[in-house]
């Protein structure tokens, strides 16, 4: 494929916040950021995949990076956990936030029948509290000033389940819950939210594919995705993408066209399972919108 040209989607004057930047995939999100002109808080806590401390030096690496290529980047060292103080920062040496890129995150794998309530509660105050936290100090500005763009990042284990991630699949779809709300609530103010659910070689991966795969999977083809749907020429408000090696695709519900009885008349638990084919056949599939829509198939029940 030719390579694109990115002069018509640049960021000037526009100030980012990405957190977990210092490695992976926000690292390589925060480069392009900076390279196609915005101003970045580049955020990160330095910690392990376990969410133990580690250090910050990455951090401090990337953005001394970014100034070299000619770039304008800020390092914030807070965890997410304090996210208010993340936007604080951002609005202290910019006095502006218009994208939020929440990235942040740890692993505390764990079958479920072994997984403690800290374990639960740690993943969830990271990837979901954490996400809130930012998302929320930075949207009175990006109301006041009726522009932003929001995203936030999901996971395979959350849409499909995985093996030991109950905790982690939980928080990450609860993200793609907040967007759809997200989307809904802040249209009217052209703040944009989205999702995306990525594969990419990072220590998260390690152990789960091939090293002659994983080399292949970098972040970098990741961030352009995540880069157009934070920019203002793109209208995709409450979506979802998978993107991972090159590849790029959009996820969204699907309902079968179900079962409809008499409402007025009595239903047995034999009407269930008598009809468990119609309710599970996706031969006429719909895609509802919104919540509207989908409650549409009830309420067209009774008027039937
Ligand atoms: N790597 C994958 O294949 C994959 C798959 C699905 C989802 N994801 C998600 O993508 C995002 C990036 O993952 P990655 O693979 O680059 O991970 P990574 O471990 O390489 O980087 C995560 C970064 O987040 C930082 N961080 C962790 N907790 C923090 C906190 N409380 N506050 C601030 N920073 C914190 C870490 O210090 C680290 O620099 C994560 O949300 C992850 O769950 C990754």
């Known amino acids: 494929m030719k390579k694109s040209n990115d002069k018509q989607y640049r960021f000037d004057g526009k100030v980012v916040v990405i957190t977990g930047a210092a490695i992976g995939l926000g690292c390589s999100h925060a480069k392009l950021f900076a390279a196609q002109g915005a101003r970045v808080i580049a955020n990160d806590l330095g910690v392990n995949r376990d969410g133990t401390m580690g250090d910050n030096q990455a951090l401090d690496h990337v953005v001394a990076a970014i100034k ?14 304090n996210g208010e103080r993340i936007i604080e920062q951002a609005m202290d040496e910019f006095g502006q936030v218009h994208v939020i890129v929440n990235n942040a995150g740890i692993l505390r794998d764990k079958s479920f029948h072994k997984m403690s309530l800290e374990e639960w509660q740690l993943i969830h105050r990271v990837h979901l509290e954490g996400a809130f936290r930012v998302t929320r100090a930075a949207w009175p500005h990006m109301r006041n000033q009726t522009y932003g763009r929001v995203l936030f990042t999901a996971s395979a284990a959350g849409l499909y389940g995985n093996f030991g991630q109950a905790n982690y699949g939980a928080a990450k779809l609860g993200l793609y ?105 996706f031969e006429q599939a719909h895609f509802p919108q919104d919540n509207v829509e989908a409650g549409m198939f009830m309420l067209k029940n009774l008027e039937d």
């Open 177 to 281: 819950g907040l967007t759809r709300t997200l989307a809904v609530e802040g249209a009217s103010k052209n703040i944009h939210a989205n999702t995306i659910a990525p594969m990419l070689d990072s220590r998260m991966l390690e152990g789960l594919l091939p090293d002659e795969y994983r080399k292949q999977m970098k972040p970098e083809l990741v961030s352009p995705l995540a880069a157009f749907l934070c920019h203002e020429d793109c209208n995709e408000n409450g979506s979802l993408y998978e993107v991972g090696a090159g590849w790029y695709g959009k996820v969204r519900w699907q309902r079968s066209d179900g079962l409809a009885l008499p409402p007025g008349e009595e239903v047995s638990i034999a009407d269930i399972a008598n009809n468990w084919q119609t309710i599970n056949s």
């Open 68 to 81: 070299e290529a000619g770039g304008i980047a800020t390092a914030n060292y807070d965890s997410v956990e």
